[in-house]
Every structure is written in C-alpha cells, then in structure tokens.
C-alpha cells in the first residue's frame, strides 16, 4: 500500500470518525442531564386572519356568536342533565329516576319526548344509587321537543369525570366531558348546531353563586349558517344571585382561538376585562381583545347592555387606526330587517315621532301583560292554585275586579306550572286592577320558577291573535307572537323585571298600526308603592301605513314614566333614537312628562340641524286614549 | 503467550474506547427519559421505571465516555506518534465544544432559531432540534475536556510501556 492511499485511508477514517462522534453527539442531545432531545414543537402558528376597519364588525360578530353559543351548549346540556327537585326535563326527569333504580348497563326504552320527536337514552353507571365517576350517558335525539322551547336533534355523549355534593340539591360540582355529535337545536325560526367535544364543569359548591366552565381542543358551532370553530377554548361563566333583588348577576371569562371560513381564518380572542351583565339583559361592561395576524386587533369595548365600540389596529403599532360604534343586537347577529326608504326631515319627523310612540308604548303594554297573568289573582295564577293537571277544558275564571277569563290548556301538575303547559285564554272585559283586557292569548310555558307566596318567573312564547289592552286610559291591541321573560318580585316595594322579544308584531291604537320586526322591550317596573314607576328600553324595526319606508329605533337613554299616567303624558326621562335608510335620524329626548324635543340630523353627521320641541299631547297621543 | 499478550496491549486502547462507549449508552438506557433522547424516542414507549443506576455521575458520565472514546479513537486512526495522541484529544474538544456552545440560547437563537425546523430533512430537522430543545452544560464542557485530557495520559502511558 503505497502512502498516498495511506494517507486517504487515513483521512477517510478521520473524517468517518469525526462525522459519527458529531451524529451520535446529536443523536443523544449533547450528553448533559435533560438537555437531550425533546420532539420538535411544532413552530408556533399564529392566527391567519388579518383584521382589518372592512372585516373587524365581522370578526367581532362572528366572536360574539360563537362565546355565545358554547354558553347556550353548555346550558342546553345542564337543563337537560342536572335535576332539580320538581324539575321534569329529558334527562334531568331520568336522572332523579333511573339514578335512584336502574341496574348498571341499564338502557331505557325509546321515550316519546312532550311535544313530538324522541329521545334514546342509554346509561352505564357504577352505582344505581348515585352518580359516579366513570357513569355514563348517551343520548340520541330525534327531533325532540320537550317543551324546553327548542326542538333538539343528535347525539349527546357524556361521561361523568367529576362529582361533588349531591346534584338533587342546589350545592354540588359536577364535571362531565361532553361529545356532541350532529346536534342541531331550532329554536323559533333559528338553528344552532354543534360537532365536537368539551369538558363542562357546572359548580354551585358557593351557591347562590355558581359556575359554568366549558373547555375544549375543538368544537365547531353553528348558527343560522354561520360555522366556526373553537380551538384551545376556556370559557367561564359565573352567575351570582341576590346582588340585585331578583336577577342574577352574570360574569363571563373567554379565552380561544376562533377559525371560520366565511371570515378567511383564524383569530386569538381574550376577555382584557370580564363581561358583566345582570338578569337576561346584554352585558354592560368588559372588553374582548381579538388578534389576528401581524399583530392586528379589534378590541371589543362594552358601553353599556346596548352600545359597543370596536377599536380597530389593522397594523399592529398599538394605536386604534378605526372606531366603529355598533350595538350589541348587531354584533349578536339578531337579524335586523334593512331599513329602507325612509328619510327624516322636519315634514317627516312629527308624524314619525307620532308613530314611534305608539309603537313603543304599544309593544311595551301588550306583552308586558302575559307574564302579570300569573299573579295570584289573575286567571292563570288562579288556575294554578286549583287542583287542575293534564288536559283540561274550558274554565271560566272570574276577574277580581269584573269580567271572566275563558282558560282551557294543558298542565303537568297541579298547583304550580312546568315546562310545556299550555294555555289558552280569552278575556271578556276582564279588569284586574288598572288592567282591563279583551280578546285572546296562547301561551306556552318553556318554564316556570314559583316560591309559594313570594315571587315567581315565568318564560314562555305567548300567541295575541288579538289582545286589547286597556292600562292608565290608553288602549292598545297586540296580534302576533313573541316570547317573554317576567320576573315578579314580592320585595320590601315590588319589582318586576320583565322582557319580550319579536320577529314579526302589530300594534293598534286609535285606529292606527305599526307593524314592529325584530323587536324587544324590557322594563322594570317598581310597584307597590305610588306613582308606579318604569324604566323601559326599546329597539327593532318599524313599518306605518303613515309614512314611507321603515326606520329603525333603539333606547339610547332608558325611558321612565308612570305607569297609571291618564294617557296624556309620556315619559319624562330617557332618550330614542330612530333612524331612517338615508342615515338621517331623529333623536326624541323626553323633557318633562308632558314635553318632548325632537333633535333631527338631516344627513346623519351626528351634527344636529333641527330641535323641534312638542308635547305627548301634539305627538297624537290622544288616539290611543281609550275611545 | 507473548502473542496473546502483545494482542490484548493492543486492543487495550480500543477496547477501553468501545467500553466507555457502551458506559455511556448505558446511562442513556438506564437512568434517562427516553422522551429526551433522540435515539431511543421511537421506544419510548417500552421503557420502563428510571434506574438511576449512576447517579448524580449520569448528568455528565455520557459527555465524559463520548469524548474519552472518540479521542482515543482518532489517535488511533492518526497514529501513535506524540503528534497525534496531542491532536486527537485536541480536535475533538474542539468539536464537542463546538456542539456544546450551539447549544447555549445567545448562539442558538443566533444561528438557529430563525430557521424553520426542516420536517423533510431528518438530518437538518435534527440538528434544529439538538440546537434549539438542548441547552448549554458547562458541566458538559468540563467532562468532555476531562475525557480528552485522560484520553491523552491512557494513549501516552500506553506507548511508553514496553
């Protein structure tokens, strides 16, 4: 062997040792203690979508929607899971039941659900006399309707991973990882839907304070044909009873990823500030700060339970390059009709003013009154305190004052009502304090809270073919359908908090109409104690055979008025502003019980152009006064 | 006899490099989280209970074998002149000290980070992830220098032996 292949044979072993040292030296991580080798992370990927001032109301829509929407998930797998005593719901009613008798593996017999549709409900459990770590349930929906006020399709899928406190009271923790599969819930004219899986964690261990937690790697959700997903989401939810008398004071934490589609990516979002709310009303503080790529950002900033401004970053150099003031029904998705052909000028504003009111007063008189049938001395609340349970005929109920009320229906139990009792009623001159009603209503209960003798809180969907309602010398009549929420509280003065919700109503009074889509009104309403004082907020969309086009309002103030006025007068506080299709609007700011000033903005500059001060009493108020 | 004897002073060298080898494999099998090796990650899910056979000696055990062997192992390869056994351990430092340093985050972060991990090339894909996931041991630093440095002495006492 000469030296030049020497020389190579020994380079080549050089170089082969040198290249095994490094790769073995790599191979096992640098030799040190845990300083080896760990798996790749993947690199980190941020969110996709950028935000810009064209897409940030979208984004912050579509965020809004879908933290929603995993709450309703979570409450929709609480009613029909925890049981309550007296509660009689899907599961909850098997709960009570089969917890207490079925063998393990015990599988029910296909049951009828209330109103249509059926449920298959299969249950593996450890121990019959309890719920166990480990149990299982698997429910199979068939568009079941139990009276809940959604009609639910799909496969629940839960295994009980935590338990605490015993679930037939009102302290216990209850953890449950949760597989929803195809779920598809219609509630009224909309559809929800949900694939994926989650850990929900219901916690009363502090009651009256309790906490719902849902967290999940994905869940896809749906509603109205909007689909997102949430990623690495961690969303809390904690209800407090007692700060104000009869509400619950809500508190939201949310943090996750959202992806959509219909938006072109994925964003970060995160509460920089909790969310507040009390009772069924939109929260009134908290900010969500959403990312998207390159540091982009809307930050979501609570108002008040109508306002929200939307700070826009499109560069990410942390200043807000666009301020975009919206409402919580826009950035909730609830469908406002477009308003369209309508212009406001100082021709147009006093018959518009004249219209509005009406509507508003109307809206507010005819559904206000379905939940206050309840109390005691009215014909539902006498119907409750009979012996009266399943189908029952015609009852002819006498009005405390004079008149009857015609009742007939359905009912579960008797001496009280539960979800999916129905009534049907039909008034003759029926008077019950400073209410006199004629004509008829349907109401569907989807549920119903009552301590005996004290306070009592009803939801429900409520029919008014035609109602004619007669209250402090104004009359009014309702026909269409809406649901309702009345929350009477029998406190040191009284209180009544109640709420209803529109697609579709008509409002009579002196013998004109206005028709009202998308509409709500909630009020609290202070009684026992004279004058009876409300405070009332208003928005939707309204239509009048008097004037052109359609015109959208919403309470900027809340009005305050009392409630037993002699039907000239108005509310003398609070503030409405309708807006027309040209952006012109018209701001009717209450002065005085008697007095109210129309403040125009021609071209919707948010400057003012015209202030046109007027009185109920000139705004047509007289037409509704009782004839 | 002397044949038999001449053969095993010979291997001695060798030898001692394959069993400070093995030494160190052993602590791999033995006392460390197969997640965090590389090698022994695709049967991660075979191992069992940690032995922790060598104690607090394993956090630097390993360094100290690598460098023994791939010394001793290189002044083989190069010759056993006075030249070569300084060389040997000398080159190799310079590598394990090379790779040590990559490791620390001011040069990783450096030279590294900024590259995406490489899911197509297991060899560059590796290299991202030792630079990246590991972290600098000055610990490991003095063992390697310690096995260069006895390397070195086991070469040189070997040669002046008759």
């Known amino acids: ?627 | 006899m002397q044949i038999g004897q001449a053969a095993a002073q010979r291997l001695a060298l060798p030898g001692s490099a394959l069993l400070a080898l093995l030494v160190g494999t052993t602590v791999y099998l033995l006392d460390r989280d197969w997640q965090t090796v590389q090698f022994l990650v695709p049967f991660a899910a075979l191992q069992g209970e940690q032995a922790n056979l060598f104690g607090f000696l394993g956090n630097v055990l390993p360094a100290f074998c690598h460098a023994y062997a791939f010394s001793l192992l290189l002044i083989l390869v190069l010759g056993r002149t006075p030249r070569a056994r300084l060389l040997g351990p000398l080159a190799w430092f310079a590598v394990a000290a090379s790779l040590e340093i990559l490791q620390a985050e001011s040069i990783s972060s450096l030279l590294v980070s900024p590259l995406v991990p490489h899911p197509d090339s297991p060899v560059l894909g590796s290299v991202f992830s030792y630079a990246v996931n590991g972290y600098f041991d000055p610990g490991d630093l003095l063992a390697a220098g310690l096995g260069c440095v006895v390397a070195l002495l086991a070469a040189s006492v070997r040669e002046k032996k008759p």
């Open chain 1, 1 to 627: 062997m000469n030296a030049v292949m020497k020389k190579g044979l020994r380079s080549f072993a050089i170089a082969g040792l040198l290249a095994v040292g490094i790769a073995t030296t790599i191979a096992t991580g640098g030799s040190g203690s845990d300083d080896g080798f760990t798996p790749p992370p993947p690199p980190p990927v941020g969110p996709t979508l950028n935000i810009t001032a064209a897409n940030g109301s979208e984004v912050a829509s579509a965020v809004v929607i879908a933290i929603g929407l995993s709450f309703d998930f979570g409450d929709i797998t609480d009613q029909n899971i925890v049981a309550r005593p007296g509660d009689v719901q899907m599961l909850a009613k098997g709960t009570a039941g089969f917890y207490k008798s079925l063998p393990p593996g015990y599988q029910l017999a296909l049951e009828n659900c209330a109103n249509g549709g059926t449920v298959d409900v299969t249950i593996n459990q450890a121990n019959v006399n309890t719920i166990t770590v480990g149990d299982r349930i698997v429910a199979v929906f068939v568009d079941c309707d139990d009276g809940l006020g959604y009609v639910i399709s799909g496969t629940v899928d839960i295994t009980i991973a935590a338990v605490q406190g015993d679930i037939l009271t009102n302290i216990f923790l209850l953890g449950m990882d949760i597989v929803m599969t195809d779920i598809v819930i219609t509630e009224g004219a909309s559809t929800m839907t949900a694939d994926g899986d989650f850990t929900l964690t219901l916690d009363s261990l502090n009651f009256p304070r309790t906490r719902m937690s849902l967290s999940g790697t994905e869940l896809e959700v749906g509603s109205d044909g909007m689909i997102v997903t949430l990623a690495d989401f961690d969303h809390a939810l904690q209800l407090e009873f007692g700060v104000y008398p009869g509400v619950e004071v809500l508190v939201a934490d949310v943090s996750g990823r959202l992806t959509s589609s219909l938006l072109g990516g994925s964003v970060d979002y995160e509460t920089t500030l909790s969310i507040e709310a009390v009772g069924d009303d939109d929260p009134y503080v908290g900010e969500i700060l959403i990312s998207g790529a390159d540091d982009s950002s809307v930050r979501i900033v609570i108002i008040d339970n109508s306002h929200i401004q939307l700070e826009v970053d499109e560069d990410g150099d942390g200043t807000v390059d666009e301020f975009i003031d919206t409402t919580w029904a826009e950035l909730n998705g609830r469908q406002t009709p477009p308003v369209t052909d309508s212009t406001i000028n100082s021709e147009t504003a006093p018959i518009l003013a004249r219209e509005m009111f009406n509507a508003v007063t109307g809206f507010g008189s005819v559904t206000i009154t379905a939940g206050a049938q309840f109390v005691p001395v009215a014909p539902f609340g006498q119907i409750d305190a009979m012996d009266v349970s399943g189908d029952f005929a015609a009852l002819q109920i006498p009005c405390n004052l004079s008149g009857t009320a015609t009742v007939s229906g359905s009912k579960a139990v008797t001496n009280t009502y539960s979800s999916g009792d129905n009534l049907n009623a039909t008034f003759d001159a029926c008077l019950r304090g400073g209410e006199k009603l004629d004509g008829s209503m349907g109401v569907s209960i989807a549920s119903f809270d009552e301590t005996p003798g004290d306070a009592y809180v009803v939801s429900a969907s409520v029919d008014e073919s035609s109602l004619r309602r007669v209250f402090g010398g104004a009359c009014f009549s309702g026909i269409g359908t809406f649901e309702t929420n009345y929350d009477f509280m029998f406190t040191t003065t009284g209180l009544i908090y109640a709420n209803s919700s529109t697609t579709d109503f008509n409002v009579w009074a002196g013998g004109r109409s206005q028709q009202l889509t998308a509409a709500s009104v909630s009020a609290q309403i202070t009684v026992g104690q004279q004058p009876v004082v409300v405070t009332r907020e208003s928005s939707g969309v309204m239509t009048s055979p008097d004037i052109t086009g359609s015109f959208s309002y919403q309470s900027v103030i809340p009005d305050e008025f009392y409630a037993d006025d002699d039907g000239t007068t108005g509310p003398y506080a609070g503030e409405l502003l309708v807006t027309a299709a040209d952006n012109s609007s018209m701001r009717m700011v209450a002065v005085d019980e008697f007095n109210v000033r129309l403040d125009l903005d021609y071209n919707g500059d948010g400057m003012i152009d015209t202030s046109m001060p007027t009185t109920y009493a000139a705004l047509g108020y007289d037409d509704f006064i009782c004839q």
